[in-house]
Structure formats: structure tokens, C-alpha cells
């Protein structure tokens, strides 16, 4: 795509990027009208205006956030399981809609309408949290990093430091990666890289928990727990009428058996998710009130852990979830630390 300004041509390329062209190679490349380039050049010039603009959103609530790469064999293949995510959340939610609206012959009271107007409202900040978990890098090292202290060197026993811009310090090097490895900070095998803070590599995601998506890991989970008991607990009762009125259809294996097939799959596996989501719900709250993570309580000093990094459950819960309080049920990065220290 080509522009022009002041008898100048540039290249503008996927990324936005402008080169600047010889006149002649354009034309050999392609040629168009007058009034071409000028709607064009308008577009672009409209184009990068409004990607500008959500730039400025994303920097404004997810800042220092980057977005992950699917550049690994594991990484690719981690689509498979993120879609039988997806899979099993659509198939709960159509249970829900057809045992509570479609099901039922009389209308809902008025209580059930607000608890269904709450269930879409809990959806919404589901998928909000899985996407948000799934697109954010987990907490990428600095790729730039100076050497400070020039002072303090190994032969007088002390280590070099690294230090980045923002202040992210390391003391060694990732022989894997070949980079600086800050504290608190691990390698994945699967993503290919050291994970600031990294919590565990999830396969729900299909990406890591690191700093910069925890608390986006912490409110899917918590999210996706009230999901499945809402839709346990109000669709128990019609699920069963469901299937003593409809069992000759069952046998007949037409289509009405195949709708109460799925609305009974789509029940069942929200129900049987109740326990091991409150049992990662009752972990990932157990360590964020110590400051530690799943993979520092693996430890063989993990006792050491807890003592080393708790500063009291409320600095710990704000070092994760950010400094307003009101922003805490969003997820957004706005508030948040952006460095591995606490």
C-alpha cells in the first residue's frame, strides 16, 4: 500500500512502518489514478489515527503489556486444549439457555430473571479474562539490559548486576534463552523463554502465568467457578424433568435426542468442574496471600519462600491485583506493578 506527501512516496507496511520509495519503483509496481492515491493515502492517514488511539487505550489499562507469540511447537499445539475450553464453556451456556428460557413453559419470576441477567454478566467477564490471559505475554524479560556498577565485579566476589530500564534486576543468566534471569523469574519450555514472577505454564491458556496476566488467571478462574455453580444449581431441577418427560425421544436418537444429549453434557461438565476449579481457586488464593507461587512452593526452601517474599497478605493481594481496589474485578493491568520485585 502506497502514500504519498509532498511529491515523497513511502511504503507503508502490516506493521506501519513507512520507507520511503523511488517514484520510478512504485510505478513499475503499480499504477494507479490520481484519485487513488489520495483515497488511499486518506485511509491510512485514518488508519493509523485510530490505531493511535487504541494504543493509547491498550497503554492506558495494560501497561507494559505485550502480546504473546505462538512461535513454539507446544505453543501451537496448546490450541487444541484452549479450544476444547471454549468448547466446554459454549456448551454450558447453551444448557443453561435451554433448560431455564427455552425449557420451561411458564415464564421465570422475577428473581431468576435478575440471576440470569447476572449469569450473561458473568459470561462476558469470563470470556474477557480468558481472552486477556490467552493474548498478554505472561511477562517477558527486558530484552534491553545495561550493566551497572562497574565497581562491583566476580573477581572481588561479588555478582554482576543487570539492571533494566524499568528497574527489573538480575543477577544471572538463563543458559537457555541467553538472558538476563531477574529473580522470581523461570524458564518455560513450552513458551521458549524466562516468565517474570512465572507462576506455572497453564494449558487452559495456552500460555504462561506470569506477571502480567495473573491476575487475569486468578479472575477466570474465579469467574469460570460461579459459571459453572450458577448453572449446576438452577438447572438441576429442569434437567431432570427434562429427561423423566422426553426419554422416548432419547430412545429414538432424532433430533430432539441429540439437544437433550448436549444439555445433558453441557450440565455434567459444569458440574463435575465445581470441584477441581474451587480446588485451583482455593490454591492460587492460598499462595497470592503468602506472595509465593506454585512454582517456588515446589521448592526445597519453599518454607524460606514464604518467609522472603510475604509482606502481609493485603501488600500481597495488591502487589497482583493493583492499587485501586475499584479496579480489582477487571481485567486490567492499570494499577498494577510492572516489575518482579515486591
Avoid at 505454564?201 to 496476566?213: A, Y
Wanted: glycine letters at 8%; aromatic letters at 12%.
Amino acid at each position: 500500500m502506497y502514500t504519498t506527501t509532498a511529491q515523497k512516496v513511502y511504503s507503508v507496511n502490516a506493521t506501519g512502518a513507512c520507507f520511503e520509495l523511488s517514484r520510478a519503483r512504485v510505478a513499475s509496481q503499480v499504477r494507479v489514478s490520481p484519485a487513488s492515491w489520495m483515497i488511499g493515502g486518506a485511509a491510512i492517514v485514518r488508519m493509523n489515527r485510530r490505531m493511535e488511539k487504541l494504543s493509547a487505550v491498550l497503554e492506558l489499562w495494560y501497561p507494559g503489556a505485550q502480546l504473546a507469540k505462538w512461535d513454539t511447537g507446544w505453543k501451537k499445539a496448546g490450541m487444541i486444549p484452549l479450544g476444547a475450553v471454549l468448547f466446554t464453556i459454549g456448551l454450558g451456556y447453551y444448557a443453561c439457555l435451554e433448560l431455564l428460557l427455552r425449557g420451561n413453559a411458564q415464564p421465570l419470576p422475577v428473581w431468576m430473571r435478575l440471576l440470569v441477567v447476572l449469569f450473561h454478566v458473568d459470561v462476558f467477564m469470563l470470556l474477557w479474562c480468558l481472552l486477556v490471559c490467552v493474548i498478554v505475554d505472561a511477562g517477558p524479560v527486558p530484552a534491553q539490559l545495561r550493566y551497572t556498577g562497574d565497581a562491583y565485579k566476580p573477581s572481588q566476589g561479588h555478582e554482576l548486576l543487570l539492571v533494566s530500564e524499568d528497574g527489573v534486576v538480575c543477577a544471572k543468566k538463563c543458559h537457555r534463552c541467553k538472558s538476563g534471569k531477574p529473580v522470581r523469574a523461570h524458564h518455560c519450555r513450552m513458551c521458549g523463554k524466562c516468565v517474570l514472577r512465572m507462576d506455572h505454564h497453564c494449558l487452559i491458556i495456552n500460555n504462561c502465568v506470569g506477571l502480567h496476566n495473573h491476575k487475569f488467571f486468578v479472575l477466570f478462574l474465579g469467574y469460570a467457578w460461579l459459571a459453572v455453580l450458577f448453572v449446576t444449581i438452577t438447572c438441576a431441577a429442569p434437567l431432570f424433568r427434562l429427561l423423566m418427560s422426553d426419554a422416548r425421544n432419547i430412545q429414538a436418537f432424532g433430533p430432539a435426542a441429540m439437544r437433550i444429549i448436549a444439555v445433558a453434557c453441557g450440565w455434567f461438565t459444569s458440574a463435575a468442574y465445581i470441584f477441581s476449579l474451587g480446588a485451583l481457586n482455593a490454591v492460587q488464593w492460598y499462595n497470592l496471600s503468602y506472595g509465593v507461587t506454585t512454582i517456588e512452593t515446589y521448592d526445597d526452601d519453599f518454607k524460606q519462600r514464604f518467609a522472603e517474599y510475604n509482606s502481609g497478605w493485603q501488600n500481597n493481594l495488591v502487589s497482583v491485583f493493583g492499587f485501586d481496589p475499584n479496579l480489582w474485578l477487571l481485567p486490567v493491568r492499570r494499577g498494577c506493578s510492572t516489575t518482579s520485585l515486591f
